[in-house]
């Protein structure tokens, strides 16, 4: 009872986040390093939505083992079954059905009376519970429920045969003191509780998500939905590695465990932030850049005498590594392959190849390869499709007098597009001659370059985000020069773009979210 289940939201709940689309490579790039991790549930996707999903959830279910994986299903047959299509392959499969049971919900949105929901909460479950043995059941909008209609509820689904409980605090408005009491009262007005596991799926509007998710476990929940850097839906959901440090480093508070290796967690947030093009802001608690920085000199002052003085907890238990291994363009492959596998990557040979190619591109061009820099050419560089749009060529001219011109050369697999235009600046004038090459009209909303790396000869990353169609799109690239970054952020916007338009060309009317 001291084990708290993690069920990792962040390829479902968290490719909702506006401009995170991902591609079924990427998604199982991430669900293999989730095992590594040790979450316990991967919630893969929500498949009768779209076949992008769909395909998505089935990959992970087939090669991804150890954790249980779960798809999301709403409470009609037609998704379960797509659910559990899905999940056929699985080692543990887990269908996730969901309905809300709140008073606004039932009225204005599924137009149901309570009765008409219980009886058809309880028809999904069992119908789930004949495809799969693992059945979780959400009451959508939970929190604004009525607490005995909802215990009504729970304890009929729990009677048809679901083994989890999920509350969802959907729109992120219960504060901690009452969400306790709120689970409190479920759990004392539900009288075969002890027969499921109760969770939370609490959202970050109101920025106390893990707050929220803290006071769910000492209320008596025993699994929370989490994603990766608390990505997700609007202001996102409760953060994987807040949530599991705090339950670590305040163990006297809350006495629970998890089975993550907290080791991981520096990777895996590297790695879902370089594949949606999400940047970590420095200040993020547990990975942001400066999470673990001493700035006043009294403080390092104290950090050096003993560590303790201004630090909770470590660098090296998130799997920071302080050594910060340099390597240069000497290293060679083998340097190289073992260096990416203490940072947790493991590629094919093929992969190994083409990353260290871009790795000597790098070295060439500044002498000090740091970690970060691996992130960046291992994440930008992979996971490629065949109708993936590449960067082949460019070429700039600029000055203070003359009017800035370029030229780009753009690749999809055998067609090639290459087109030159001029701009305000070279930046402006190179995102010009992409437009005309693809035939596209996309608006900058926003572009920022930051140093992956410090000195002079750093990586420099930029971050666009482009609106096509209507729809934001973030891309990213990296590069020692920014001009070079800047055509590859842009080109790697517009692949997301090209992913989403695959993915929802027959997307269902489904809009639904817990
Ligand atoms: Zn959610």
């Not at 953060?239 to 508070?253: G, H, I, P, T």
Request: proline letters at 4%.
């Amino acid at each position: 009872m001291d084990r708290v289940v993690i069920f990792d939201t962040t390829l479902r709940d968290g490719e909702q986040s506006p401009g995170a689309s991902m591609s079924v490579e990427q998604k199982l790039e991430i669900a293999v390093q989730l095992g590594r991790l040790g979450v316990d549930v991967i919630e893969a996707g929500f498949p009768v939505s779209s076949p992008h999903q769909l395909e998505g959830c089935k990959l992970i279910a087939k090669q991804v083992r150890g954790p249980t994986i779960a798809a999301l299903a709403r409470a009609v047959e037609k998704d379960i079954d797509s659910a559990a299509e899905s999940l056929r392959d699985a080692e543990r499969p887990r269908i996730h059905t969901f309905l809300a049971t709140s008073p606004i919900h039932m009225q204005y949105k599924l137009r149901k009376s309570p009765e008409e929901v219980l009886e058809l909460a309880v028809r999904s479950v069992r119908y789930a519970r004949n495809k799969v043995a693992e059945v979780e059941f959400s009451p959508e909008d939970g929190t604004r429920s009525e607490i005995p209609f909802l215990c009504r509820v729970i304890e009929k689904v729990i009677d048809a045969g679901a083994r989890i409980i999920n509350v969802p605090d959907t729109v992120g408005y219960t504060m901690p003191t009452e969400f306790a009491e709120f689970l409190r009262a479920i759990i004392e007005g539900t009288p075969n509780m002890d027969k499921a596991v109760l969770s939370v799926h609490c959202h970050n509007d109101l920025g106390v998500a893990v707050a929220n998710s803290l006071a769910a476990v000492r209320a008596g929940a025993r699994q929370v939905e989490v994603t990766v850097n608390g990505i997700g839906e609007r202001a996102g959901n409760a953060c994987l590695e807040e949530f599991v440090m705090a339950l670590s480093v305040r163990n006297d508070l809350h006495p629970y465990s998890t089975g993550i290796n907290t080791k991981q967690i520096w990777n895996t947030s590297r790695l879902v932030s370089t594949t949606i093009g999400f940047p970590i802001p420095r200040n993020k608690p547990i990975t942001g850049e400066n999470a673990f920085a001493h700035e006043s000199g009294i403080h390092q002052d104290g950090v050096l005498k003993k560590r303790e003085t201004y630090e909770i907890m470590t660098p090296e238990s998130v799997g920071r590594d302080s050594s910060q291994l340099v390597l240069g363009r000497h290293s060679g492959l083998h340097g190289f392959r073992n260096r990416l596998a203490e940072l947790g990557f493991e590629l094919s040979e093929e992969e190994l190849k083409t990353a260290y190619d871009q790795f000597l591109v790098v070295a060439d061009r500044k002498k000090e390869v740091y970690d970060d820099d691996l992130y960046v050419i291992v994440s930008h560089h992979l996971g490629r499709s065949a109708d993936t749009i590449n960067l082949e060529y460019f070429n700039i001219i600029s000055g203070n007098v003359s009017v800035p011109t370029a030229t780009v050369r753009l690749t999809m697999g055998e067609e090639r597009f290459e087109e030159a235009a001029t701009g305000d600046g070279p930046v402006d004038a190179i995102f010009n001659a992409i437009d005309r090459a693809l035939g596209l009209t996309a608006q900058l909303l926003e572009y920022v370059v930051q140093a992956v790396t410090p000195g002079r000869q750093a990586m420099g990353e930029v971050s666009v985000s482009l609106s096509i169609d209507g729809r934001k799109f973030v891309g990213r690239g990296a590069s020692t020069d920014i001009l070079e970054a800047s055509a590859r952020a842009y080109v790697n916007a517009v692949n997301r773009w090209k992913t989403f338009q695959a993915a929802t060309r027959t997307e269902t009317e489904s809009d639904d979210t817990v």
